[in-house]
């Protein structure tokens, strides 16, 4: 069926006038700021598409390590922020309550940056070394073309990680798709896998207790009153926390910890101290009837990964050092903007690399030895700045990393520049102590 | 406490491993900020004239860009100017047809009056509004379907095949449904001229 293009008439005259009429300047900028917040808020919507989706759609070399970082992550997330050693818990009942746990559950909400929508979770502590997460994740129900209107019921999927550290190893559970995934955690740091080798739980909480706090004072929380403290890690990740326990009991009630580099943060409530436990909660063997695959954390990572993830950041960021060695979203960003495209296989292997970097730099630092990047600015080519240096503990030389990617043994650290200037096009951001003072 | 040292230790690799998630997946995705300034501007002149009026033009062109995030979710896009065009007549009806119903503050009369005083010079209004607003009523009036149809061919000049492609429909349908809009247009036309004369 076809029109005829001789036919005129009112319909015709109408769009002509609707086509020709006036339209003002427009959008303002008002508007199209609010568009582009508009959008950003869909996106953390729409990425709720569920993190579990999203991981059961990559590929397969980052799918398993994708599952079981987040896991990682979130107990991470939890656990850590409350025991970390160096924290200063100056705040006698709720330590009390802690030193007596041996056993504990708790409500975990993790919101990070690189997570689409905050992720809670159950988790189990059980000394020594075990820990069990439930992550409930909700799921984006189906919408009509071209709009956002939902056609089916938002479903739900659950995830199970367990980990038995003193043994390295994990698994991930998702039961709905009854699949496994069995992590083995190699070449875990040595000092980290003592520590869950000697079960000094109580020794290290004192220890995490016998350092500074900030009172916070007294709120209400629920219809309870609780006293809060801020705790200031000295640890290498420089984590401060607020803890909040019953005013009467010193029970932990909330636990608040910002996570570094802006990266987001943690919420842990529902405490409950000592509660008995089945053991099975605590198995990593894949049940019955799951699909098992296998996936292998290793922190024994080669110098010459080191230097050519370092090199592809410098590659990527348009032959100039960034400030911090991560994906972060900003980089992404700037990659975006600056029209870098990837292959696939580029970008996985630039996200292995970044990774393998990041488990250089845990390997090194938690043999108690050093590790400081300071390449921002430098360009890659440069053979007089040093952009990246380690050191193990025992060793009597540094090894550094110069802007051409050559390395050198010297004795003595180089110092870290004052200033520098800013890598082209904002490829970096905020300063981060944490990544450019060696440690 | 040892068993949270590896977590302490493992954050680290976690993060990296998890934004290394980011980058894989979202090494092709879009840049909104560039889309949005470098298609906001035609999507808003789109909602305009079937609007009329710059504060649902704006809001308009909101919903264009969160339709297509969520478009952009499921597949890949790749025209995004044809996108964003069909989405602009879409959210551009839905919000005529909104205050059809009453759901939006006005019709297009006093809106229209309003608008036009703040952003049209008077003598261009009183040559090309009444017609306009007269359409935009009628348009109102046709299911959503129809009116789609015929506001892609005639306001977006698109082609049969080009509507056919965006709406996933054939060629065929395209021709009966703009045949049926067009009828159903020149009668709510003259019937609103009627009124109006």
């Known amino acids: 069926m076809v029109e005829n293009p001789h036919q005129s008439d009112i319909v015709d005259e109408g769009f002509d006038e609707l086509r020709g009429s006036h339209v003002p300047e427009g959008p303002s900028i008002q508007a199209l700021e609010q568009t582009l917040q508009a959008v950003h808020q ?40 409350l025991w970390d050693r160096s924290a200063g818990i100056a705040f006698a009942d709720v330590r009390q309550q802690i030193e007596q746990a041996q056993t504990m559950t708790m409500t975990a909400t993790v919101e990070m940056k690189v997570l689409s929508k905050p992720m809670v979770m159950k988790m189990y502590f059980k000394s020594p070394g075990l820990m069990r997460q439930e992550i409930t994740m909700e799921g984006n129900p189906a919408t009509a073309p071209g709009t956002t209107q939902p056609t089916t019921a938002p479903t739900a999927q659950k995830a199970i990680c367990i980990f038995d550290i003193a043994n390295q190893r994990g698994i991930t559970l998702i039961p709905d798709q009854k699949r496994a995934t069995v992590m083995e955690l190699k070449d875990l740091p040595a000092d980290v896998l003592a520590g869950a080798k000697e079960q000094n739980f109580l020794e290290e909480l004192k220890k995490a207790m016998a350092g500074e706090h900030e009172d916070l004072g007294e709120k209400t929380i629920d219809g309870r009153k609780v006293k809060g403290y801020r705790c200031k890690s000295t640890s290498a990740m420089k984590m401060a926390m607020d803890i909040w326990g019953d005013a009467a009991s010193g029970k932990p009630v909330l636990v608040e910890q910002t996570l570094p580099e802006g990266m987001g943060k943690v919420t842990m409530t529902d405490f409950v101290i000592n509660p008995k436990f089945d053991d099975s909660l605590f198995d990593t ?108 503990k025992d060793a009597k030389t540094y090894r550094v990393i110069y802007g051409d990617l050559h390395a050198e043994d010297v004795e003595t650290a180089p110092n870290p520049p004052a200033s520098r200037p800013a890598p082209s096009a904002g490829l970096g951001q905020a300063p981060s102590g944490a990544s450019t003072q060696p440690r | 406490m040892p068993a949270f040292g590896v977590p302490r230790k493992a954050i680290l690799c976690c993060k990296a491993i998890v934004r290394c998630d980011y980058i894989c997946e979202y090494a092709g995705m879009t840049a909104w900020d560039t889309i949005i300034h470098e298609h906001g501007p035609a999507v808003w002149r789109t909602a305009y004239r079937l609007l009329g009026n710059r504060g649902d033009a704006d809001e308009c062109m909101q919903e264009v860009f969160v339709a297509a995030v969520v478009v952009s979710r499921r597949e890949e896009v790749r025209n995004w100017p044809a ?94 449904i703009l045949s049926r809009a067009r009828e159903k247009l020149r009668e709510l036309l003259k019937e609103r001229g009627a009124d109006h004369g």
């Not at chain 1, 009837?289 to 990527?316: C, M």
């Not at chain 2, 959210?91 to 703040?118: H, K, M, P, T």
């Open chain 1, 42 to 81: 869909a996106q953390r919507k729409s990425n709720r598409v569920s993190l579990i989706e999203r991981i059961k759609n990559m590929n397969k070399l980052i799918k398993y390590p994708v599952a079981a970082a987040i896991a990682l992550a979130a107990i991470a997330g939890g656990a850590y922020l």
């Open chain 1, 285 to 392: 063997r894949p049940p019955e009837g799951y699909k098992v695959e296998t996936q292998s954390f290793n922190f024994n990572v080669p110098e010459e990964d080191l230097i050519k993830g370092v090199g592809l950041f410098a590659k990527y960021c348009g032959g100039v050092f960034p400030e911090v060695l991560m994906p972060t979203p900003e980089l992404v960003e700037q990659l975006k903007k600056a029209k870098i495209k990837m292959s696939k296989e580029e970008s996985q292997e630039f996200g292995v690399l970044a990774s393998k970097i990041m488990a250089f730099r845990i390997a090194t630092m938690s043999g108690g030895g050093e590790f400081a990047y300071a390449g921002r600015g430098v360009k890659l080519g440069d053979k007089a700045t040093p952009i990246l240096w380690y050191k193990a």
């Open chain 2, 83 to 176: 996108l964003l065009q069909m989405l602009s007549v879409l959210r551009g009806i839905d919000c005529l047809r909104r205050r059809a119903r009453g759901v939006l503050r006005d019709d297009d009369g006093s809106r229209l009056s309003q608008a036009v005083s703040r952003d049209v010079p008077p003598d261009v209004a009183a040559q090309n509004g009444e017609l306009t607003a007269r359409l935009r009523w009628a348009l109102a009036r046709l299911s959503s379907r129809d009116a789609e149809v015929v506001c892609l061919r005639y306001m977006s000049e698109m082609t049969y095949e080009e509507i056919s492609q965006e709406l996933q429909i054939s060629v065929r349908h395209v021709g009966v």
